[in-house]
């Protein structure tokens, strides 16, 4: 994901049912949609919902960490 190289950080990623999450920690979220658009603009369309949230705590990373028993 190296076009998400300064403005954003990848902190995990779930499949599941057929679907890949993305979990990205950014100050901008209009910012991480511009750079996907750029990325992806020479590929055909594809169905990609999404979606932002606050989460200042890392609590959903914190909480992937504890369930994967990887947290200190």
């Known amino acids: 994901m190296a076009f998400l190289e300064h403005g954003a ?6 499949t ?3 679907a ?3 979990n990205l920690y950014t100050a901008d979220a209009a910012w991480v949609v511009e750079r996907m ?4 603009a020479d590929k055909p369309p594809m169905p990609i919902d999404l979606f932002a ?3 200042a ?3 959903e990373y914190d909480a992937v960490l504890r ?4 947290s200190d």
């Open 67 to 70: 369930a994967t028993g990887m």
């Open 16 to 18: 599941r049912e057929g």
């Open 37 to 40: 658009n750029e990325a992806l």
């Open 53 to 55: 949230e606050k989460d």
């Open 9 to 14: 950080i990848l902190a995990f990623v779930l």
């Open 57 to 59: 705590q890392w609590a």
């Open 20 to 22: 890949v999450r993305l």
